[in-house]
């Protein structure tokens, strides 16, 4: 009989800020991306950001839809029902963030979290040449996952 150890399935998923274009300081910008699986549960963050140009990034909770089905939308709102749930929060270079042994998040169809959205308050803008020369900066939440 396998050890319960040995039935759980680890994964990453990378949240990013997908053409993300913050053409004036102190822009807030969102992405979404839905949960497809029935269960899962978060157990690390890592972002792949700096602080000379993200002043921090946080990382909800949707019960439902993402606010909006743009790739990229400036966000006040993050999901349709207006409520969300704040996963992660990051800013000044942190390090990642490792729940303790035996936490997670739980997210999926089943829970009440179905979509999760990535908000990235980009302290500068960045001129409009900078989109179109290839040197477009993007910011990166690696996210583990453990499902049973």
């Known amino acids: 009989k396998p050890e319960p150890e040995s ?11 997908k053409g ?4 004036e300081p102190d822009s807030y910008l969102c992405a ?16 792949l950001a700096d602080a000379s140009t993200v002043h921090h990034i946080l990382v909800y909770g949707c019960d439902g839809e993402a606010y909006s089905d743009k790739p990229v939308w400036r966000c006040p709102a993050m999901c349709k029902s ?8 990051w800013a000044k270079n ?5 729940l303790p042994k035996d936490v997670g998040l739980r997210i999926g169809q089943r829970s009440s979290i179905k ?11 960045f001129p ?17 996952f453990l499902s049973f």
Do not use: R
């Open 94 to 98: 942190a390090p990642p963030t490792v």
């Open 7 to 17: 039935l759980n399935t680890t994964w990453t998923m990378d949240l990013l800020m």
């Open 82 to 89: 207006y409520k969300s749930t704040i996963l992660f929060a």
């Open 20 to 23: 993300a274009q913050p053409n």
């Open 128 to 144: 409009v040449c900078m989109f179109f020369s290839g040197n477009m900066v993007i910011y990166q939440i690696f996210v583990y």
């Open 32 to 47: 979404a991306y839905k949960v497809t699986g029935d269960e899962a549960y978060i157990y690390k963050f890592e972002a």
């Open 115 to 125: 979509t999760i959205v990535l908000q990235v308050h980009y302290g500068k803008s």
